[in-house]
T-cell receptor, first 117, second 111 residues
Framework: DAGVIQSPRHEVTEMGQEVTLRCKPI?????LFWYRQTMMRGLELLIY????????DSGMPEDRFSAKMPNASFSTLKIQPSEPRDSAVYFC???????????????FGPGTRLTVL | GNSVTQMEGPVTLSEEAFLTINCTYT??????LFWYVQYPGEGLQLLLK?????DKGSNKGFEATYRKETTSFHLEKGSVQVSDSAVYFC??????????FGSGTKLNVKP
C-alpha cells in the first residue's frame, strides 16, 4: 500500500493568498484526520472525518480554515486568506475504524511544510 | 478531559545506554495507548501500541506496558542506537477515535 499521500510536500506563499493542501488516505480507511505541528504548540488536531462526514472541527483555529472530504479517497484543507502565523507542517492521517476494535491506529502522511511570507 | 503528559527533552544518551521516556495519561473510559516516532522531515510512524490494562506493546527493541493503576505507559529500550535518534510521542485514543498526543520527547543518541 502506498500509505497516506499528501501534496504538495512544500508550499511557500505570500500573506493573503489562498492555500490548498491535499490528502489521499489509505484505501478502505474510514477515518481521516488533519493535524498541524509547530514548535510552539506541538501537534494539534484540527478536524477529523468519519465516512467523509466531519465529526469534530473544534480544533480549526478560525474561519479562514476549512476542510472538505468529497469522497473516500480525497480531502482538502484550505486556508483563505493565509497569514504568516499559519506557517507549520500540516499532517494528514487515516485509520481503519473505531477505538476498541484494534483498528484505531492512525497512519500519517509525510506532511506539507507551509511557509507564509 | 483526556490528556497525555510526557517528559520534556531533549534526552541525550550514549549508544548502548538504557532508555526510559515517561508518559502518563488522564482519560475517561478505556483508552488505547500508543507510542509514535518521528524522524527528521518525516511524518509520525507507529512504534507500538497497547489496547488494555497490563498489555505490553513491543517493536524494534522498544517496550511499553499499559499500567492502569499508575496511568502510565513508559517507553523503554535496553540498548539504544544512533539510528534511534528521533522525536517520540505518547498518545491515547479515546472511545470516539480521537487521539491526544503528548508534546514529544526528542532523543539524541551519540556514538
Amino acid at each position: 500500500d502506498a500509505g497516506v499521500i499528501q501534496s504538495p510536500r512544500h508550499e511557500v506563499t505570500e500573506m493573503g493568498q489562498e492555500v490548498t493542501l491535499r490528502c489521499k488516505p489509505i484505501s478502505g480507511h474510514d477515518y481521516l484526520f488533519w493535524y498541524r505541528q509547530t514548535m510552539m504548540r506541538g501537534l494539534e488536531l484540527l478536524i477529523y472525518f468519519n465516512n467523509n462526514v466531519p465529526i469534530d472541527d473544534s480544533g480549526m483555529p478560525e474561519d479562514r480554515f476549512s476542510a472538505k472530504m468529497p469522497n473516500a479517497s480525497f480531502s482538502t484543507l484550505k486556508i483563505q486568506p493565509s497569514e504568516p502565523r499559519d506557517s507549520a507542517v500540516y499532517f494528514c492521517a487515516s485509520s481503519l475504524g473505531a477505538t476498541g476494535a484494534g483498528t484505531d491506529t492512525q497512519y500519517f502522511g509525510p506532511g506539507t511544510r507551509l511557509t507564509v511570507l | 478531559g483526556n490528556s497525555v503528559t510526557q517528559m520534556e527533552g531533549p534526552v541525550t544518551l550514549s549508544e548502548e545506554a538504557f532508555l526510559t521516556i515517561n508518559c502518563t495519561y488522564t482519560a475517561t473510559g478505556y483508552p488505547s495507548l500508543f507510542w509514535y516516532v518521528q524522524y527528521p522531515g518525516e511524518g509520525l510512524q507507529l512504534l507500538l501500541k497497547a489496547t488494555k490494562a497490563d498489555d505490553k506493546g513491543s517493536n524494534k527493541g522498544f517496550e511499553a506496558t499499559y499500567r492502569k493503576e499508575t496511568t502510565s505507559f513508559h517507553l523503554e529500550k535496553g540498548s539504544v542506537q544512533v539510528s534511534d535518534s528521533a522525536v517520540y510521542f505518547c498518545a491515547l485514543s479515546d472511545n470516539f477515535n480521537k487521539f491526544y498526543f503528548g508534546s514529544g520527547t526528542k532523543l539524541n543518541v551519540k556514538p
